[in-house]
């Protein structure tokens, strides 16, 4: 008897079938990324290459929720339009009833709420998508978290979600550190730089297959302008030359 | 009993409320703000008891963000003040809103602009409005002096001349008064 029919049946063997295939879905979509800093939180995106006759602005994986927060994902396009216009209902409605600004952690405990109610009641397919959902709390607190089609919510560091997340993802493990440091030096930029440096491992063309976002705290979500990620990409490829060239060095002497 | 005005000039729009909040024969406090902010380039003067003014005015702002956030563009003046009308509308046969608005905004193409709206859902654009008492008083004197197109400098004078004449003719007595200006530079408060 096969236990991958309805999505309310538990398997013998414990699985939800269904829960299991959408994120297989996931797997499939293009490479989110997200990297909490200590000024800036930064999300990226792979951009699927531009078919030639389509508009390419049409296209935006980097959602606003609200002014302070901000959502990417991977997996199902039609399925994060869904989730984001009743987490942005969500927003105003907790604006509404409680005066204040909604914080991150809230949002994304509904997001992962409304996903979790989908596994369970009404014999509805789950959203096959997981969110990686970025801002600064009202009182200046970064953050990370991520929710997947189970309903979990989970705050982050850093993370990869997304087609070849897994490798992507032991890339920010190594870089993280660092990119830190250099932030605490004065390196504002250092978030950003990690979060291409992380995409180009797996984006294949580079630059214009990228796509950045950012927020500071108190001001909205900006979008790192085309010159800019190109600008960066080309000093990361030039950091890989010149690694590489000394390496070669190192291994001739 | 609350005192609400507005006037557009050439690259601006005014309004003007007045700041006690009462009941029966009580003042509660005599800073009130009447006019919501409902977005960087829109205000809402409203009129009416306090419970339903400050629900509908929140209720309303609240949905303008919520559009704004689904279609990325924000409401044009026109735009909200439809919305508004209808939600007026709407209610008035299930649960009536006891409010009277005046909504002005500033848009890029079309300029300021000022719409009255009453609790029974009437609309109109006007080049200056007033509600309730104050207009008895005040609406006489902008049909006298208005004209379109008036700078700030004018403008505020016209404005002036309207809250002299309700100090010196409305009975109830009217202190203080604030003013939110709407430009394509935004929202500014102040008090007269």
């Known amino acids: ?86 987490a942005r209902l969500e927003c105003q409605s907790y604006r509404l009833t409680m005066e204040d600004s909604p914080t991150v952690e809230y949002i994304s405990r509904y997001i992962a709420q409304v996903q979790q109610r989908f596994t369970q009641r009404g014999g509805r397919r789950p959203f096959g998508i997981s969110n990686l959902i970025a801002g600064f709390d009202a009182d200046g607190t970064p953050n990370l978290y991520q929710t997947d089609p189970t309903g979990s919510h989970t705050s982050w ?11 992507v993802r032991e890339f920010l493990e190594e870089n993280y550190e660092e990119s830190n440091t250099a932030e605490e030096k004065g390196d504002e930029d250092a978030p950003i730089k990690l979060a291409a440096k992380a995409l180009l491992e797996v984006v294949e063309s580079g630059a214009k297959n990228i796509e950045i976002a950012y927020l500071k705290p108190g001001s909205g979500l900006k979008m790192v302008p085309a010159d800019k990620v190109a600008a960066i990409c080309k000093e990361i490829e030039a950091e890989k030359e010149k690694d590489k060239a000394r390496g070669k060095k190192k291994k001739s002497t | ?115 009255y709206m009453d609790y029974l859902g009437s609309m109109h654009k006007m080049g200056f409005a007033a509600h309730g008492y104050g207009s008895y008083f005040t609406l006489s004197t902008m049909d006298r002096y208005y004209k379109e197109g008036m700078d700030l400098e004018q403008g505020k004078e016209l404005m002036m001349k309207c809250i002299k004449m309700l100090q010196q003719r409305f009975l109830i007595n009217c202190p203080k008064f604030i003013c939110k200006i709407v430009t394509k530079d935004g929202i500014t408060t102040s008090e007269l």
Request: aromatic share 8%.
């Open chain 2, 1 to 115: 009993m609350d005192i609400i005005l507005g006037l557009v000039g050439k690259d601006y729009v005014m309004t003007v409320a007045d700041r006690a909040q009462a009941r029966s024969i009580v003042v509660f406090k005599h800073d009130e703000d009447k006019i919501f902010e409902l977005d960087g380039h829109m205000v809402m003067a409203t009129a009416g008891p306090q419970g339903d003014r400050a629900n509908f005015a929140e209720y309303i702002q609240r949905n303008i963000q919520l559009y704004k956030y689904r279609n990325d563009l924000p409401l044009t003046t026109k735009g909200a003040a439809n919305f508004t009308r209808n939600e007026l509308a709407t209610f008035l046969r299930k649960s009536p809103y006891q409010v009277n608005l005046l909504m002005a905004g500033y848009d890029e193409k079309v300029g300021p602009s000022l719409y």
């Open chain 1, 1 to 86: 008897m096969s236990y991958d029919r309805a999505i309310t049946v538990f398997s013998p063997d414990g699985h939800l079938f269904q829960v299991e295939y959408a994120m297989e879905a996931v797997k499939n979509g293009t490479t989110a990324v997200g990297i909490k800093g200590q000024k800036t939180v930064v999300l990226g995106v792979e951009k699927k290459s531009a078919a030639k006759l389509q508009d390419q602005r049409t296209v935006r994986k980097i959602m606003k929720l609200d002014g302070h927060i901000c959502l990417a994902f991977a997996g199902l396009v039609a399925d994060a339009r869904v989730l984001v216009n009743k």
């Open chain 1, 157 to 167: 560091k850093a993370l990869a979600i997304g087609r070849n997340a897994k490798s």
